[in-house]
């Protein structure tokens, strides 16, 4: 297995996290290409792991901290690491070494590149990026944010730990309309995708003139801490999505519902 940076040969397998056999990614929509885009000229990191037959079967991607959604300086922020773990399309990868290696080459990177320290987020249960398994590779949890955990490997003494960004938003409601807020950075296909499907959602024609949509692009530090999210969907007041994006059908569903009860 070898570990190798993205190149334009790999770039759309990237863009759609090695899916490249389903239609969610697809209906993900452009914005992951545009915050590569964007985040390529503000040191984004991408390395994918090769297995010995030429198939990338992994891939690590991480920024300087502060173009992340956490606070931090002078460290690099894993956005995410992902090795395909499904059967279909490329097939089953896991439990072979390939998310070590990356995680691994990425630290030799952040160190060559002078950062004082690695951080990497996790959750502290078994669901998308698992806390427990940074910290079996010597992450330290350093902030919480209910089940989120920050963790980092400082690499110099000087090193000043992360933080999440806390915040609260409290939605304006639109009069006599259903308020559709949605809130999204660029990075993670998952997201994206809840925020296309609340966009289409809020536009279906037997809607019309009863929802305002509006969209929160949360790429820069700077508009994560003025609202204190970067991912994110409301619909009223109710916060709808804290995980795997949510089906088109439901975020239709749920703002029907707040229809009928307007006025
Ligand atoms: C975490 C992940 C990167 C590991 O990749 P991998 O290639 O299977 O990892 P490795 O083969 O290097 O290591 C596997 C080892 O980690 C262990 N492990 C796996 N999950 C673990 C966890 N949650 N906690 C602790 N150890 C764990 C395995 O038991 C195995 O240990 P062993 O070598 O002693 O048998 C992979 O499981 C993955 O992509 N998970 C999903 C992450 C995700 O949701 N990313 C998207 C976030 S937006």
């Known amino acids: 297995m070898n570990i190798v940076d993205l190149d334009e040969r790999n770039l759309s397998l990237y863009l759609v996290c090695l899916e490249d056999w389903s239609n969610e990614m697809k209906e993900a929509g452009k914005m992951k290409e545009d915050w590569y885009r964007r985040m390529q000229h503000r040191g984004l990191r991408v ?4 297995d010995d037959h030429g198939t990338v079967g992994g891939m690590i991607q991480y920024v300087p901290i502060e173009f ?7 460290l690099y922020f894993i956005n995410c690491i992902w090795v395909h773990g499904y059967k279909r399309g490329r097939g089953d990868f896991r439990r072979h070494g390939m998310g070590t290696a990356l995680l691994e080459a990425a630290e030799a990177d952040a160190r060559e590149l002078g950062a004082k320290g690695i951080v990497a987020w996790g959750i502290l249960i078994p669901v998308f990026m698992h806390a427990s398994w940074f910290r079996k590779h010597g992450f330290r949890t350093v902030d919480r944010n209910g089940m989120q955990a920050l963790m980092w490997k400082p690499f110099t003494t000087d090193a ?4 999440w960004i806390r ?3 409290r939605p304006e409601l639109a009069e006599n309309k259903v308020t559709v807020n949605a809130f999204c950075s660029g990075w ?3 997201q994206n995708l809840t925020f296309e499907r609340a966009k289409r959602a809020a536009a279906e024609p037997q809607f019309e003139g009863r929802v305002q949509f509006r969209a ?3 790429f820069d530090r700077e508009d994560v801490r003025r609202y204190g999210i970067s991912n994110s969907l409301f619909i009223d007041k109710k916060h709808v999505w804290s995980g795997p994006p949510p089906s088109y059908e439901k975020i239709r569903e749920l703002i029907s519902k ?3 009860r307007l006025r």
């Open 188 to 190: 993670c296909p998952a």
């Open 216 to 218: 929160f692009d949360t």
């Open 167 to 169: 915040g609260k938003f």
């Open 258 to 260: 707040r229809i009928k």
């Open 47 to 50: 390395k994918l792991a090769v």
């Open 68 to 74: 992340s959604f956490v606070d931090g300086k002078d």
């Open 160 to 163: 000043a730990p992360p933080k």
